[in-house]
């Protein structure tokens, strides 16, 4: 992954002593994008209230409204992220990684920071009782004492729901092995609004949407094509691209509640049957199986001479393979960074919500 003639030439300029940093800002990454969403969305104060106190285990427990308050909440700590910082003060996440992350752990406790809040944070399950064989009910009931929210990642699907039963704090659901990754999907819709704020209203045409993974498989993609299902309205066709070796591309009942929900659901196994046409192209390769990543798909790859469509973009939750080419790193098909990037904000504005701040942000009261 990493480019050696970019090292090369960093070192060549470092013994040069030339090395300036130039801060190259593309239009993805700077404020114009969350500031016409923020402009496009009313605000509805009770609308994130409805968040306060509640467990985020699911996708499906998201309206369109709530979605809509929430990513505009997020665009507005992006579009000023120095105007909010004590927003959290006094208040203590737990965050407990029972399961690998870069992502997903360091964009919550970076939101929680940057929000005035602080931090307990457990990155091996080796280190807790767990390792003694200590139940995650009984670790629950423990973390009632210790903090005002959990985020939790485990490989057990049944883990959030059995924390759950012990805690009287909200847990977010940080990924549950092949189940769910809600934050996850909420920060690839709020990167799809970025992009073209229209689908919000139900454009007339509709966008394309190219998911290339399996959605009984990998907890972004179910979570992602729950949300999706709320913009159903917007949404031209969702084409699920697929190697033909998995033999439930959809859990039961997965692919009928999503088309009665309004989207419209196509699978292929030939990428470049409708790559050229997609507006919106969503790669995926890993899923988390037991205690190890399952490798599906990997002979579809994205690279900068692949046939897009012209403004097309890329989206993926990272961490890449070689499915997706760093020669697209540069090109304005790249939103994954953006998308990484803005994790962090939808994460912040999520956090108030449960932890019933959003008192201190509103423009409205
Ligand atoms: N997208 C995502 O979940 O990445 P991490 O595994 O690094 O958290």
Redesign the pocket.
Known sequence: MVNKSNIQEAELALEAGAVEFEPETPDVYGDAHPKDLLRKIPEEHDVLKELSNKHIATAAQFEKQTLLQLFRLSAKYESNPDRFSTPLKGKIMISAFYE??????LSFESAWHRLGGDIMSITDRSTTGIAKGESLYDIGEMFNNYGDCVVLRDNDENSVVEMMESLRIPIINA?NGTDE?PT?ALADVYTILKWRPEIMMGDSQGIKICIVGVPSKMR?IRSLLTLLSRFADAIAEVVIIHDGQTEELFSPGQKEKLEEDGLKIHTKTMLSDCLHEMDVIYINTISWVDDDIETIGEGFKLNASSPLKKGAIILH???RGDELDTSLDETPHNWYFAQARGAVFIRMALLTCITRRTDRVMDVL
């Open positions: 690998p992350s870069t992502r997903t752990r990924g990754h996850q972004t939750p990272l961490a």
